[in-house]
């Protein structure tokens, strides 16, 4: 049985999407999994997952390491003695984490269910009803949202409720992505605030 939609007609379709996505699109934030590195200053538990509260070194190598660290990195502490107790530089963690996060441009629709507006509401008790946003984007950027930990959207972090999903024809058109609001609007955030007397 032959395909009833041409490669052409598809590839006339994908541009066509892409060019509307570029169009009307707005950047948001994607953060990715964050990067563990073992604490340099002290010793780290597989066991408990934590630091031991020991340091590795005496104190005479934690200054002289930590003079040496400022050199090529001025005003950041990396190495710092201590007897016993909480690591003053992964704070007992074991492990330093480095956040990564990267801009999207991606079509927002918040509360796609209210056709009329596509805004976040504020009234005297809040953000009203804008709990849920759809995105959608290129689907290059599938592996970035699956393995994401959360998202910055206008302002407002969300958490995805589900799997990120291709549309279109060829399932290769668009990449929507189904999102909730984790955070409340910030008090710099255009909210208007009403006092009652």
Same mark, same amino acid.
């Given at each position: 049985m032959r395909n009833r939609i041409s490669s052409k007609t598809k590839e006339k379709f994908r541009k066509s999407i892409r060019n509307v996505l570029k169009?009307?699109? =707005?950047?948001?934030? *994607?953060?990715?999994? #964050?990067?563990?590195?073992e604490c340099p200053n002290c010793y780290f538990d597989k &066991? +408990?997952?934590?630091?031991?509260?020991? %340091?590795?070194? +005496? &104190? @005479? @190598?934690a200054l002289q390491k930590q003079a040496s660290w400022e050199i090529l990195n001025p005003n950041q502490t990396h190495y710092r003695w201590f007897n016993n107790g909480r %690591?003053?530089? %992964? =704070?007992?963690?074991? $492990? &330093?984490? *480095? @956040? =990564?996060?990267?801009?999207?441009?991606? *079509? *927002?629709?918040?509360? #796609?269910? =209210?056709? $009329?507006?596509?805004t976040m509401t504020y009234t005297p008790a809040g953000a009203e009803g804008s709990t849920v946003v759809i995105l959608k984007t290129n689907p290059q950027y599938y592996d970035l949202f699956k393995n994401s930990t959360s998202l910055v959207i206008d302002g407002i972090e969300c958490k995805m409720s589900k799997a990120p999903i291709l549309r279109g024809l060829g399932t290769q058109a668009v990449l929507?992505?189904?999102?909730? +609001? +984790?955070?409340? #609007?910030?008090i710099d955030s255009g909210e208007i605030i009403k006092e009652y007397i």
């Amino acid at each position: 049985m032959r395909n009833r939609i041409s490669s052409k007609t598809k590839e006339k379709f994908r541009k066509s999407i892409r060019n509307v996505l570029k169009g009307f699109s =707005r950047k948001i934030i *994607v953060y990715k999994q #964050p990067i563990k590195n073992e604490c340099p200053n002290c010793y780290f538990d597989k &066991l +408990t997952g934590n630091s031991t509260g020991k %340091c590795k070194w +005496t &104190l @005479e @190598e934690a200054l002289q390491k930590q003079a040496s660290w400022e050199i090529l990195n001025p005003n950041q502490t990396h190495y710092r003695w201590f007897n016993n107790g909480r %690591c003053p530089i %992964c =704070r007992g963690q074991g $492990y &330093l984490t *480095v @956040e =990564r996060k990267t801009y999207i441009d991606c *079509v *927002v629709t918040w509360d #796609p269910s =209210r056709s $009329y507006s596509n805004t976040m509401t504020y009234t005297p008790a809040g953000a009203e009803g804008s709990t849920v946003v759809i995105l959608k984007t290129n689907p290059q950027y599938y592996d970035l949202f699956k393995n994401s930990t959360s998202l910055v959207i206008d302002g407002i972090e969300c958490k995805m409720s589900k799997a990120p999903i291709l549309r279109g024809l060829g399932t290769q058109a668009v990449l929507i992505i189904t999102a909730f +609001t +984790t955070d409340k #609007p910030k008090i710099d955030s255009g909210e208007i605030i009403k006092e009652y007397i």
